[in-house]
């Protein structure tokens, strides 16, 4: 198995993306903590991988708090012993265009996507360098390499700025066998886009700009994470995985 005897923690672990990688993190070995702010579907997941032989714990988290990441590191390494990989997985999209958006409507989603995943990171290194390096993944988008107009402003800030911390963490960090890459999936099936999907106008439009001709899967991203989450990918750091469909190649 991939991830046989690492732990790690998934932070927004209770659905969709995140869920899929909780659920194949634990088929591939890992033990497996992680976060959210969904607590019923976080405790049934955590309860599904214990009922198949697995190991999981669910943690509370709101990724913007300082304390809550605290609490959720210290409580993984004082039930698994170690902790040998992040995700940083959890994030919200947002509406308007630029002269549209409160800012509160900004700090929102920056906080989320952006502020969350430092946070993630700065909490989790001391946990990394006793256990003598490991792996941080964090979740951007192809809106982080490319803009489009049918999305917010800041959101596609938020993931770009994933994208340019994830090189900052990864060239100040390799020295302690630290490394971080970063992911960038397109349009996924999840319960985060289910609006746009349901919507045949939008759904069309998005589909139109996605050469394969389709949504992406949660699993489709699983598997890119999964990658840069073992020791198979023990060579690349400050790197991008694009998990697109084809949509940055246009």
């Given amino acids: 198995m991939r991830l046989e005897g690492k732990v790690a923690f998934i932070s927004g672990g209770a659905r969709g993306m995140g869920a899929a990688e909780v659920r194949l ?27 198949s032989g697995g190991q999981a714990l669910f943690l509370t988290l709101d990724v913007t708090s ?7 590191i210290d409580a993984t390494e ?3 012993g170690r902790l ?11 509406s308007g265009l630029v002269e549209d958006v409160s800012v509160e409507e ?14 993630g990171t700065k909490t989790a290194l001391p946990a990394l360098r006793r256990s003598g390096g490991g792996s941080i993944v964090n979740i951007s988008s192809q809106l982080g390499l490319v803009g489009v107009d049918n999305s917010s402003s800041q959101y596609q800030a938020s993931k770009g700025a994933v994208r340019i911390f994830t090189k900052a963490t990864a060239i100040q960090y390799a020295g302690e066998g630290i490394r971080a890459n970063s992911v960038h999936p397109g349009p996924v099936a999840t319960p985060m886009t289910e609006g746009g999907r349901s919507d045949p106008q939008r759904y069309n439009t998005t589909v139109s700009r996605i050469p394969l001709g389709r949504y992406g ?9 999964l990658f840069l989450a073992s020791d198979e990918s023990s060579f690349m750091t400050g790197s991008e995985l694009v998990i697109d469909g084809g949509w940055t190649a246009q």
């Fill in 66 to 72: 300082a304390d809550q990441w605290q609490q959720a």
């Fill in 217 to 225: 899967q949660p699993e489709d991203v699983a598997y890119g994470v």
């Fill in 106 to 119: 900004w700090d929102r989603v920056m906080n989320i996507n952006a502020k969350g995943v430092f946070l």
């Fill in 25 to 51: 993190f634990a088929a591939e070995g890992a033990s497996v903590a992680f976060g959210d702010v969904l607590e019923a579907e976080g405790e049934a997941l955590a309860d599904e991988i214990q009922a």
């Fill in 84 to 94: 040998d990989i992040l995700v940083n997985n959890a994030g919200v999209r947002g």
């Fill in 78 to 80: 004082a039930r698994f």
